[in-house]
Each structure stands twice: as C-alpha cells, then as structure tokens.
T-cell receptor, first 114, second 112 residues
C-alpha cells in the first residue's frame, strides 16, 4: 500500500513565524503535491513537483515555497506565517508515466496561525 | 481555466434511498477520479475512471464517465449511514502536467 505521511497532524504557530510542513511518501512516486483545503473552497493546489529539485506553481503559490531535495520528501514552507494561512494542508503523491496518475493523500496537517 | 462543478453541494437523504451526484467539467479529459473524505480526515480514493464509458462499482456506489458530455456521475444505491461523508471528483485535463483540478465537494448526510 502507498503510504504518505505528514510531519504533524496539528500545528499552532504565531504570525510571522517560519513554518515547515513535511511530507514523505514510500512508493518511489515521481510527483508530489501540496494542497490547502478550506470550507467552501475545496482543495486548491499550492505547488507540485515532478522530480527532485523541480517545482511548479499551482493555483495559489503566494506566501509559500517548497523544497524537494530527495525523491521521497516534499516540504512546504511558509516564510512568514499569516492568519489567512490557517487551513488544512494536504500532501499527495502520484506515479507516472504508465499509471492512472491517481493521487494518494496524506492524513493532513491542520495549521492554526494566531 | 478548467472548471469542475459538482452538484449538489449538500445532500441529505434517507437510508434506503437512491441518489446521484453529478460532476461536470469544462475541458477535454479522459481521466476522472472520485474521492471520499470523512470529517477531519484526509481523502480516500474511491474510483479511477480512465476512458469514455468507464463504469466502476464498489458496494453501494457506482461511478461512470461520459467524456463527450464532460460528465461523471456517482450513483448511490440504497444509502446507509456509513456513506455519510464529503465526496470529491477531480479531473486530469488532457495533456496536463499531472495536476488534478478538484470539484468543491458534495457533503452527503444519510439520515436513519
């Protein structure tokens, strides 16, 4: 079974702090994704990566950056957390090319910025 | 810009009844996905539909894909309380760089 893990289930940070959210997958997937989920807005893609050291902006990259130094690990960084970044953050991974591109999700990190 | 629209957004139904959730999308695609999310939990994959006319069934849920109409349906048969959850469809546009676009989700509540 594919396993995607995230470093924290719940996180509380103060405004202005630098925040790291980490995601690890154990299935040698090429693609990894970071989403945020907010009530009424569904899932919105922040960034994704299709290879080590490669990254692509999603729909809402402002205020975020990412790092992928190893294939299995994809980090989301909030350089200076703000209250409007309070959200549920979901990491996902998928395989290419001979696959369905199905994405497997981690358990999520609920981040509160005060 | 790809738009993925689900309806209804909220669905309250009685146990034993049948209902259908609709997912319309605005661009060409031959890959569509259905996910389930329980409150406070992450997304769990339900179905992967990879071609026009694809139909998949698991228990009381059946999903289908009509790529010409740009429509997928998730049909619920004889609903039970355990099916209460939020259901998302997601579309991978043709030629996409691997990223899915999700619908807003349908929050299903099955009442006894």
């Amino acid at each position: 079974d594919v396993k995607v893990t995230q470093s924290s289930r719940y996180l509380v940070k103060r405004t202005g702090e630098k925040v790291f959210l980490e995601c690890v997958q154990d299935m040698d997937h090429e693609n990894m994704f970071w989403y945020r989920q907010d009530p009424g807005l569904g899932l919105r893609l922040i960034y994704f990566s299709y290879d080590v050291k490669m990254k692509e902006k999603g729909d809402i990259p402002e205020g975020y950056s990412v790092s992928r130094e190893k294939k299995e690990r994809f980090s989301l960084i909030l350089e200076s957390a703000s209250t409007n970044q309070t959200s549920m953050y979901l990491c996902a991974s998928s395989q290419t090319p001979l696959s369905s591109y199905e994405q497997y999700f981690g358990p999520g990190t609920r981040l509160t910025v005060t | 810009e790809l738009k993925v629209e689900q309806n209804p957004l909220f669905l309250s139904m009685q146990e034993g009844k049948n209902y259908t959730i609709y997912c319309n999308y605005s661009t060409t695609s031959d890959r569509l996905y259905w996910y389930r999310q329980d409150p406070g939990k992450s997304l769990e994959s339900l179905f992967v539909l990879l071609s026009n006319g694809a139909v998949k069934q698991e228990g009381r849920l059946m999903a289908s894909l009509d790529t010409k109409a740009r429509l997928s349906t998730l049909h619920i048969t004889a609903a039970v309380h355990d099916l209460s959850a939020t259901y998302f469809c997601a579309v991978l546009p043709s030629g996409s760089a691997r990223q899915l676009t999700f619908g807003s989700g349908t929050q299903l509540t099955v009442l006894p």
